[in-house]
């Protein structure tokens, strides 16, 4: 029998995160603060997140210690095996292995945990009581109300109104771990009651139930506020998967001489990756890929600016790719890629072509999820059928090409969650959305007077 | 750092299938002809099942090789890990070790595809192109639509059209995996349109649904029916489970003292059982328990008899405990123990005292499944709580009696597209069912005139 599948015992787990910030090929451009115009200081961000969360956003040691607390619930579902997909690669018929880790083996069903456990205990070492966060579609909310549930926190979720009604599972999951799931707009903060006032019906977006989070979170001594991605220490907690995904290939002596996987905000393309991105700046000949969608394509047609994280204009200025902090995406089934910025470490490898980017269109990512969920038996999250897109064309290219070539990628999560994409897809209901430039150019607008990094 | 899972390397799999037949402690009655009253033979099968596994079905060999095309396909998630669960056991206070396999990391999220893949394989074999088959809450029906795209089969699933209606994710998956999935009642079929023609808004049942599936079959020569519980080779199949189990025990030198899991059909039970039943029939001290719910006691409150699996009196007579074929279970969230039988070998060795029945409330099961969401953070299907709700009882005793327990269960399933259930029982909205002696009384008069076994 021809081996699928390479686990790690659970002693063999990695015990250190991997911190590309030793290794960056040049000096990145530091947070703003949008009043002054300063950089931002460890005091301007203590009332939003625990100082032991800000040290290690800002630290530059290579090598950060997991917790044996974190590590003890980690093991719940690490090290997550690494698969061969050969039964995708018979049908792709092309001269390419495919390994991926598979994240969706999680109680949640996604990477999230990985830095949700982690963020979790931080909070509760620094004697915070409670976490507020938002949510899109839910895989971040559903983690961290897990975390919270495993330390003794409370966790108060915002999701979106128009998600909390149409995927009713997500809030389902978070209340069965405990956590207070609340639709936003909601009327607990005034940036909720203010946007209510205006439409009582308001479904929500992304930016809203950020600076609900941000507002709760604040005002209240005990709890501090909790991001899902795009943050610097947020990669650094997911580097766990590409380091078991090194000790793993190893074990069968294999290198990639491609890493791929789908990028919103980024924290689990930078999981599978920063540990590649160390080897490619000290020489190694690699290919980094990302793949975003083509109606948010932050990296491929966006500017690298500085802008704010969030649309309500709460957080720092961050130096990124970004398409406008008031761009509002095309309503996509991959709400996890539905984000106007990207993680400023991705960014600033992708100014530097460490990485490189490529955008794909939802009826190209579903056709190769359906073709791997046939193949390979396991469903994909809608965003992980972009990471799957462009492993599909990184074959044809190899085919064309006549080369052979090893790739490894991280499917994020599963699809049981989200099977009404599927559906739709299946029934021939999803649109295509062709992007208007000038839609872009609109949104770009709005941060034209930021400085520029 | 304290070990949680035990893995199997994929060269350590089990090559074989245990059949119990070949160690029963006593002969067991045969299978009857309704119309004759004698036994059936083979050739009475061959229009529903191909021969090869109507073979499967009556040999008393004791081990059956498992074909290489289907060890193949297991490797796709098997062997499945093998957890101790040490944060419930600290939740619980008691004198217990708790071991259980995690089955939920199949694609579908159950057991259902150990025996889904081998009957889609041996069809395949026999030049089947196409199966039949009917499914309630859809765990099997897309267990098996999963397994026939694998093998390059045509699956047509007839569903419950209350769960088809209520339940729509498990209908797209059985899509996604390109089956054919139609609400039952439907105008496929002569028993279809009969009960159509007196009650268009009819929202069928899994006796209707089996009816339409059986003669779907038996119409269309190139197409057989698959069951996927009660028989005996489909137990043989889930013997993979307990098996690897075994294995992994034994790797960490532990051995039960009580082997745990829930029963509708009785399949994930028997998979994790039946290795550990012949090991008690050759004089081990180990208690076995099945557990199943109030609302359809079956093995608690039925008498053991022969009867009809399904409620169109289509099946042979088979001998095992029972509700009468006509009883209706309340609608309780656990879809797949909402059956008036019992597989016949299970239903034997209960009758034999090798096996113990418990019964179990809904409201109980979901409690216990909640703690355990919460302790150990997989949401289990609500099937598989009522296993859970077991092994909290056990424990309880044990820390009376001050003794210590190891305790092993199938951890059958997740319950990640069963959430609604978690949200009526976490809003108070979960209904106790008490179930009259009357019921069971009216439904048992049905088979009265029936031999006994």
Not at 2 to 8: A, N, R, T
Not at 155 to 176: A, D, H, I
Not at 377 to 384: D, L, N, Q, R, V
Request: charged fraction near 20%; proline fraction near 8%.
């Amino acid at each position: 029998m021809e081996q699928l599948k390479v686990f790690l015992d659970e002693s063999e787990i990695p015990r250190q995160w991997y911190n590309i910030l030793a290794d960056m090929p040049s000096p990145m451009s530091p947070p703003l603060h949008p009043g002054t115009g300063q950089p931002v200081g460890p005091d301007d961000l203590a009332p939003v997140f625990p100082m032991n969360l800000i040290e290690q956003e800002v630290t530059t040691e290579r090598w950060i210690d997991i917790p044996g607390e974190v590590l003890e619930k980690y093991l719940l579902w690490r090290p997550t095996p690494l698969y061969r997909a050969r039964n995708f690669e018979k049908l792709l018929d092309a001269p390419v292995q495919i390994y991926y880790k598979n994240e969706g083996v999680s109680p949640p069903g996604s990477h999230k945990p990985n830095t949700a456990v982690a963020q979790a205990y931080y909070n509760k070492a620094f004697g915070i009581e409670r976490l507020s966060t938002e949510t899109g579609a839910g895989q971040w909310g559903s983690a961290l109300s897990m975390a919270c549930q495993m330390f003794g926190l409370e966790c108060r979720v915002f999701m979106v109104r128009g998600s909390y009604e149409q995927n009713p599972y997500r809030r389902m999951m978070m209340m069965t771990w405990g956590a207070n799931c609340v639709p936003s707009p909601s009327n607990l903060t005034e940036a909720g009651k203010k946007i209510l006032a205006d439409d009582p019906d308001s479904p929500g977006s992304l930016g809203i139930a950020i600076s609900e989070a941000i507002e709760d979170a604040v005002a209240d001594e005990k709890a501090r506020y909790s991001l899902g991605s795009v943050l610097n220490h947020v990669l650094l907690h997911q580097t766990i998967v590409g380091l078991e995904a090194q000790k793993q290939l190893e074990q069968i002596g294999v290198y990639p001489d491609v890493v791929l996987g789908c990028a919103g905000g980024g924290s689990n393309f930078a999981g599978i990756c920063l540990p590649y991105v160390r080897d490619k700046v000290h020489g190694k000949d690699i290919a980094i890929v990302a793949a975003e969608p083509t109606s948010c394509p932050t990296m491929t047609r966006g500017p690298f600016a500085y802008d704010f994280g969030d649309t309500a204009m709460t957080t720092p200025l961050l130096p990124m790719y970004t398409l406008g902090h008031d761009f509002v995406p095309a309503p996509i089934h991959a709400g996890g890629l539905r984000y106007h910025g990207m993680a400023p470490i991705l960014s600033h490898l992708v100014k530097e072509e460490v990485i490189e980017a490529r955008a794909f269109d939802q009826i190209e990512t579903f056709s190769a999820g359906v073709q791997w969920a046939r193949a390979e038996g396991f469903i994909s999250a809608p965003e992980t059928n972009h990471a799957i897109a462009a492993v599909v064309q990184e074959a044809q290219r190899a085919k064309e090409e006549g080369k052979e070539k090893v790739m490894l990628f991280n499917w994020s999560g599963h699809g049981l969650v989200d099977l009404a994409a599927y559906d739709a897809f299946l029934s021939g209901k999803l649109t295509q959305y062709e992007l208007p430039e000038e839609e872009i150019q609109r949104a770009l607008r709005a941060i034209e007077k930021f400085p520029k990094p």
